[in-house]
């Protein structure tokens, strides 16, 4: 029994001695928290801003501008607005304002100045003011993700705001690009033709602005029966010249405003000399230009030889464009890119009381016929005057049978600029033209395809079937 108890007792003393070394349980403990990855971040706006539109076409024609660039990345600032040239005519690249991102909360900007008009416009406005204030972009997301959770998951994803585009601004009007043509203010009654379309060349200058042929009615002396029966003349729907006599109308002052109106519906004054007298003078003729100049505002471009001499064919040249005469009933018409001297155009003078048929019969497809003419009856002893219906019914025949019924500078210009377009140009061609060659006169060209530029300025396509080009410019390429 005691050994029994002995070895309990040192069962116990073992027993205690191991218990009192181990440390108090205080449970299994919990895991980490995973926030770190926390909230992500938001995505920006991301709606780039279109680009802007390009300037519309000027109000004469002219070629708008060119379309804007895309706009501006996400996130970025709004594009700039368009710039013209100062040449006009090329509307200015409109950026559109980029929307707005994540941080950047930025609309586009303002839209600079569209720009000035091109110097050959007529009626070209210049441009107008470019692109709109854009609007603000969208706001930007602010990332917005949970905090990291405590424990095992992190904060759900934030999300990112949408950016709203910046409104792409608009280029500014484009500055007119038609050239100015005072001598191309009649057209031919075809419409509605397609601009060439194929390979870019073809340079062709069409024969008397497009029309069957030309007739230039030019009537000489300021006789009596002119201003009485201008209302017939008008009537026709052609244009003509007169040719003053400036000391014979300066004795009928009542007379000049007459004349002068005439202007405004297309018809030309020019000089007969100021003398009338049948050997060629350059002070007589310069008398006239001045007299004509002061009292009908006008520089006279051309003029016809007193008498049809032949003298004035040597004097003009000093002082005018162009010269009128030898006159006759065998007299030629001009052809295109002939050699007939500029001074001695050719003229038909009908006999006393011609008829109608008699003078529309002179008229040749293809080519310009001149008249001279010197009134309508035989008041103040007219020379052989022809009667109102019989020329106005030929002038109607003429604007009826698709001729250019034109004054005689008008078409004489374009008879001339024609030559100077070498007829092997096809791409491009310059010139230089001569001396006391009206301004803003033009021809018109057709090509087989490709873009008319004069002088970097495009030129717009008429669908009467034909490009109207400037003789100032010098130049035409087509690309
Ligand atoms: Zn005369």
Request: hydrophobic share 30%; with cysteine; aromatic share 6%.
């Amino acid at each position: 029994l005691y050994s029994k108890q002995l070895i309990s007792v040192t069962a116990l003393l073992l027993s205690t001695a191991a218990c009192s070394s181990n440390p108090p349980d205080n449970g299994i403990g919990g895991s980490s928290g995973t926030g770190a990855s926390g909230g992500q971040t938001g995505t920006g706006g991301s709606h780039p801003g279109s680009g802007g539109t390009g300037g519309t076409t000027g109000t004469t024609g002219g070629t708008g501008g060119t379309t804007g660039t895309t706009g501006g990345t996400t996130g970025t600032t709004g594009g700039t607005g368009g710039s013209l040239p100062a040449s006009g005519g090329s509307a200015g690249k409109a950026t559109g304002g980029a929307g707005g991102s994540g941080a950047v909360p930025a609309g586009g900007t303002t839209g600079t100045t569209g720009g000035t008009g091109g110097a050959l416009a007529t009626g070209g406005a210049g441009g107008t003011t470019g692109g709109t204030v854009g609007t603000t972009g969208g706001t930007g997301g602010a990332p917005m993700g949970g905090a990291g959770g405590s424990g095992a998951s992190g904060g759900s994803a934030g999300t990112g705001g949408s950016g709203t585009a910046g409104m792409p601004s608009s280029g500014g009007s484009g500055g007119g690009t038609a050239a100015t043509c005072d001598n191309l203010s009649l057209a031919p009654g075809k419409t509605g033709m397609a601009k060439p379309s194929g390979a870019a060349g073809g340079l062709k200058v069409l024969d008397w602005a497009g029309f069957t042929g030309a007739v230039s009615y030019t009537f000489d002396d300021n006789t009596p029966s002119q201003m009485p029966d201008y209302s017939q003349l008008k009537a026709t729907g052609g244009h003509f010249t007169w040719f003053v006599v400036g000391s014979w109308l300066s004795s009928s002052t009542s007379l000049i405003p007459q004349y002068k109106a005439t202007l405004a519906d297309g018809q030309e004054i020019a000089s007969h000399t100021y003398s009338h007298n049948s050997a060629g003078s350059q002070s007589d003729l310069q008398q006239n230009e001045t007299y004509l100049t002061t009292n009908f505002g006008v520089t006279a471009n051309s003029m016809a030889a007193p008498n049809c001499d032949a003298s004035w064919a040597s004097v003009a040249p000093n002082i005018m464009f162009q010269n009128r005469g030898p006159c006759g009933t065998s007299q030629p018409t001009v052809s295109p890119r002939d050699s007939t001297s500029p001074f001695q155009l050719p003229a038909y003078l009908p006999d006393a009381g011609a008829s109608a048929t008699t003078l529309s019969g002179t008229y040749q497809t293809g080519k310009w016929r001149i008249f001279v003419i010197h009134g309508f009856d035989s008041q103040g002893g007219t020379y052989q005057p022809v009667p109102i219906a019989n020329v106005s019914a030929a002038m109607t025949t003429a604007v009826s049978s698709g001729y250019w019924t034109e004054g005689i500078t008008n078409v004489g210009a374009y008879w001339q600029g024609q030559k100077l377009i070498s007829a092997s140009a096809t791409t491009n061609a310059t010139w230089t033209l001569p001396a006391h060659f009206p301004k803003n006169m033009c021809v018109r060209i057709t090509t087989s395809g490709g873009n008319v530029t004069q002088k970097g300025v495009t030129i717009p396509w008429d669908d009467h079937g034909y490009y109207q080009i400037s003789l100032d410019a010098g130049e035409v390429t087509i690309q």
